[in-house]
């Protein structure tokens, strides 16, 4: 059947003139139909039948959303969410999102709980994020499922329970949703957790093979190459691995890797770039990326910056990251002249495609004199650039130009005007900049309190290190009166919504030292028990010293041993090792 485009954007046509499945989505669409409103939108959104195109998007998702279906009105928060083809308006985002969660839509439920842990257009919190998450997951949405397994797992905004995660995950599973399984296997795999099990993390990787995930077979490779839950078998693992290949191009990169490092298999560079030069053709720019930087940095093969430019260009058409790489051997001179006109060259290259990082590089170049002349006024000018593509920080950075005198004068008005927009955009830690004027005096004269009255604007924003920061005012008597209770209360809040780990660490330390607070050995070490169980292996370390040399405890070699084994396990600490050797 002969097929030929016509003219408008998705519509195919053929000889027979038989309609296309577009053609009868936008008819259906044309006539008012939800439905179909609402997949017209997502094929403009995906790219699906038609060209990307954001504005077609969001026009279709905002009719079905007006006729209140439940998933364009999710789909138009993330439009708005993540400003594409819009400014991002993080308050029309949770406008559409709540129409949504009102309607009890499991999908609605599941994101709003997402944005309640990313702290996106509201303050962090876990809480919530797990009732609405929860909500999702008991209505049987498997991706909600999967996320309260992580939920439990780690232990956000409920107390760690791995058997309620493992049924979560479980109950994501039996639906076929591969994530679970791949994560079950994993669990196994590592034995975090649980015991390892080789065999278990097998049948869990087989099960998500069998429910179409790309990855498993990938995985069972893996397994078999490091000898890890299987015996080590390296013609197993490539045999594994060359079954993934044609759905998945990790496990080509794997191949190429292993022969590329002689990893099991006789080291064979020109065989390793042959696979790699295959997941190129199968559109993976990351591979394109590993031949180029083996040639930039001379690794397995003769170091030829030339021909690692001409594998950066290749990536560069779909990666703006090979782009950047470009700009910094130009910038640097790194195996050619240094040549900072090429460079910036190649990062506006990256700017047209979209790239808000390259715009705040070159800002970044000039507000520092790095390969360039030194200037204030041309670092503004293209972090101006990256936060008209998106960058919700480089406000950020004008203003701590104004605000530290960096290549502009010192101008605290200026400052506080920069993060106040830096604000308007998004950025949660803009706020805690305006504190900082306040506790340090950049240009004003220092004031404690409207420090930690904008600390908390900045918590409100979702910034939890700033409840850290107002902790540690009040533990140093840093512009405020000293007042250790207070000081822990905000650490309090701080672990509310973050890891517990780093806050319950400097707890134990006021405890244990008497900062703020009358010294207390039982509490320092519950303090620091609930950071080591939090995965701070610096706590762990800490009280193995408390029960060797008996400060604010008994003396207790075994529990020091106890200590010092857990902070060996999680990070090799240097200090523990050659404790837990002398014993």
């Not at 498997?142 to 996320?147: G, I, P």
């Not at 093979?209 to 890890?228: H, K, V, W």
């Not at 004199?369 to 041309?378: A, L, M, P, Y």
């Amino acid at each position: 059947m002969n097929k030929s485009k016509d003219s408008s954007i998705g519509k195919v046509s053929d000889s027979s003139g038989s309609m296309t499945e577009i053609e009868k989505i936008r008819q259906l669409a044309e006539s008012g139909d939800a439905d179909a409103q609402n997949q017209l939108g997502k094929a403009y959104f995906e790219g699906k039948y038609v060209a990307i195109d954001y504005a077609e998007a969001l026009k279709w998702f905002k009719m079905a959303a007006e006729q209140w279906h439940a998933d364009a009105q999710v789909n138009l928060c993330k439009i708005y969410e993540e400003g594409r083809g819009v400014d991002c308006d993080l308050d029309e985002a949770w406008n559409w999102l709540k129409k949504a969660v009102d309607q009890k839509y499991a999908a609605a439920q599941n994101y709003m709980g997402w944005m309640y842990t990313s702290g996106r257009g509201v303050a962090r919190d876990q809480k919530k994020a797990v009732k609405f998450v929860r909500l999702a997951a008991e209505q049987g949405l498997a991706k909600a499922q999967n996320n309260m397994g992580n939920i439990y797992l780690r232990g956000n905004g409920v107390p760690k329970d791995i058997e309620e995660a493992i049924r979560w995950f479980k109950l994501a599973a039996d639906q076929g949703f591969t994530d679970a399984h791949s994560k079950l296997g994993q669990m196994y795999l590592e034995g975090r957790y649980v015991t390892k099990n080789g065999d278990e993390a097998m049948k869990w990787y087989m099960l998500a093979m069998a429910n179409g995930s790309d990855s498993a077979a990938t995985n069972i490779g893996r397994m078999y190459r490091d000898g890890d839950g299987v015996p080590k078998n390296t013609e197993e693992a490539i045999r594994w691995f060359k079954f993934a290949a044609e759905k998945d191009n990790h496990a080509i990169m794997e191949i190429a890797r292993m022969y590329m490092d002689g990893d099991g298999v006789p080291r064979d560079v020109d065989e390793a770039i042959r696979w790699y030069k295959t997941s190129v053709e199968k559109g993976n720019s990351s591979a394109a990326m590993e031949i180029a930087r083996r040639y930039r940095r001379g690794e397995g093969v003769p170091r030829d910056v030339d021909e690692a430019i001409r594998w950066f260009k290749l990536a560069a058409e779909k990666d703006n990251y090979a782009i950047m790489e470009i700009a910094q051997i130009y910038l640097n001179g790194d195996g050619v002249p240094q040549n900072t006109d090429e460079a910036i060259r190649w990062y506006k290259i990256a700017i047209e495609k979209g790239s808000s990082r390259a715009a705040s590089e070159i800002a970044s170049k000039y507000s520092y004199g790095i390969g360039v002349t030194k200037d204030g006024d041309e670092a503004i000018k293209w972090f101006k650039i990256a936060m008209e593509k998106g960058d919700s920080s480089a406000a950020g950075e004008i203003a701590n130009m104004h605000m530290r005198g960096n290549g502009v004068p010192q101008n605290s008005d200026e400052a506080i005007k920069w993060f106040k927009i830096a604000m308007e955009k998004g950025d949660s830690s803009a706020a805690s900049g305006i504190a900082m004027i306040y506790k340090r005096g950049y240009g004003v004269p220092q004031n404690g309190d409207e420090a930690i009255k904008w600390y908390k604007i900045a918590i409100e924003k979702g910034n939890s290190s700033a409840a850290s920061d107002i902790a540690r005012m009040y533990r140093d008597g840093d512009g405020v009166p000293q007042n250790g209770d207070e000081a822990i209360k905000w650490y309090k809040v701080a672990m509310e919504s973050s890891a517990v780990s780093y806050d319950a660490v400097s707890i134990g330390y006021m405890y244990r030292d008497g900062q703020g607070v009358a010294k207390n050995g039982d509490e320092a070490v519950k303090w620091f028990k609930i950071a080591a169980e939090g995965g701070d292996d610096s706590a762990a370390g800490i009280l193995g010293r408390m029960y060797e040399e008996g400060k604010g405890v008994c003396q207790d070699k075994d529990e020091a041993i106890k200590w010092y084994k857990m902070a060996v396990d999680r990070s090799a600490s240097g200090e523990a090792l050659l404790r837990l050797c002398g014993d």
